[in-house]
């Protein structure tokens, strides 16, 4: 089945280490995004990919960084993890052109920062 | 502003129906989007609807869009245990890929 695919499912790191958090699809899609989702909250948008063009958020703090080698992958490197960047991590996608461009999510990386 | 927002709790008994509501604030969104989400996992697309449509059945599901209040709801009949989960209304505003989630709402549903 075409799917979107996040590992690790659980990633825990230590205050200031950087940390590599990875998305795959199989949908073949153009556009991905990365959000992050703190508790009981709505996912936050920190960037997309529309193909290799890159979308910063205007309020996504710097430490956070994307990499898209290729379609099927793209990358969320936290530089120096704080104890506020402990959350969800979620990986989406979405087809442009289709008409509802409806993005399909990843399980999620729960980030826990010690 | 670009504010959707939900009620964040709603208790229902197992067989009821359950409508939870949604307002939103972009008269230009093109679609509308309701999402699952249980706990520890991510968001999986229920249903969405076009805003041109006043209303979208999909077996259990019904959502009703008023456009000129900007108000979205999902009904979800006979409502089962496993419906318990947070439900997220999402718009797209036109010519954008970016969602504005709502604040999301907690259906739990009582044995």
């Known amino acids: 089945d075409a799917m979107v695919i996040q590992n690790p499912r659980y990633q825990v790191t230590q205050f200031g280490k950087p940390v590599t958090l990875s998305c795959s699809q199989t949908?073949?899609?153009?556009?991905m995004y990365w959000y992050q989702q703190k508790s009981s909250q709505a996912p936050k948008l920190l960037f997309h990919?529309?193909?290799?063009?890159?979308?910063n958020e205007a309020d996504t703090p710097d430490n956070f960084q994307s990499r898209r080698p290729n379609t099927s992958f793209c990358f969320l490197d936290i530089r120096s993890p704080g104890l506020g960047d402990a959350a969800m991590y979620l990986c989406?996608?979405?087809?442009?052109?289709?008409?509802?461009?409806?993005?399909?999510f990843g399980p999620g990386t729960r980030l826990l920062v010690l | 502003g670009e504010d959707v927002e939900q009620s964040l709790f709603l208790s229902v008994r197992e067989g009821d129906s359950s409508v939870i509501n949604c307002t939103y604030t972009?008269?230009?969104?093109?679609?509308l989007y309701w999402y699952k989400q249980e706990p520890g996992a991510g968001l999986q697309l229920l249903t969405y609807?076009?805003?041109?449509?006043d209303m979208k059945q999909d077996q259990r599901l019904t959502v009703l869009l008023n456009k000129k209040d900007k108000h979205l709801s999902l009904r979800i009949a006979d409502t089962q245990t496993g419906d318990s989960a947070i439900y997220f209304c999402?718009?797209?505003?036109?010519?954008?890929?970016?969602?504005?989630f709502g604040t999301g709402t907690r259906l739990k549903v009582l044995a």
């Open positions: 989406a996608t979405s087809r442009a052109g289709d008409s509802t461009e409806t993005q399909y």
């Open positions: 990919y529309y193909d290799k063009d890159f979308n």
């Open positions: 609807i076009f805003s041109n449509m």
């Open positions: 999402a718009e797209r505003g036109s010519g954008t890929y970016k969602y504005i």
């Open positions: 972009d008269s230009s969104s093109t679609y």
């Open positions: 949908l073949n899609h153009n556009v």
